[in-house]
């Protein structure tokens, strides 16, 4: 009986840390959802600092189960930065992008060719 008792203690302590561990996430967004929509909707100098603000910290502080940043926001962040006309660290960033993702090389790198001819 004292073996079973120790066994569902346990399986019941097993279970509450997987629950734990699956509730963290692969990648860290921060406030990066509002602060794409505060942009999209509105594009203005000050909406633009706070999404670029966004970009570097999430860039800098990945707290994911991954470590690692989350897919898509190198490439957006070079959006900005070549919109911007700050095409050389634009680049930099597609480039982080596609070593990080790389199956992204495909769509991103054409976008790379064109932008260093």
């Known amino acids: ?31 990066y959802e509002d602060a794409s929509y505060v942009y999209t909707k509105k ?18 502080h990945q707290k994911g189960i991954r470590k690692a940043v989350p897919p898509g926001i190198y490439a957006e962040y070079a959006y900005l930065l070549i919109k911007m006309n700050n095409k050389k660290e634009g680049i930099v960033m597609l480039k982080k992008e596609v070593g990080l993702y790389p199956e992204s090389k495909m769509f991103v790198g054409r976008i790379i060719k064109q932008l260093e001819k």
């Open 1 to 31: 009986m004292k073996n079973l008792k120790l066994i569902i203690v346990i399986c019941l302590i097993s279970m509450g840390c997987i629950s734990c561990m699956s509730s963290k996430s692969l990648y860290t967004w921060h406030n």
């Open 43 to 60: 594009q203005t100098d000050k909406t633009l600092d706070k999404l670029i603000k966004e970009y570097k910290y999430i860039i800098s």
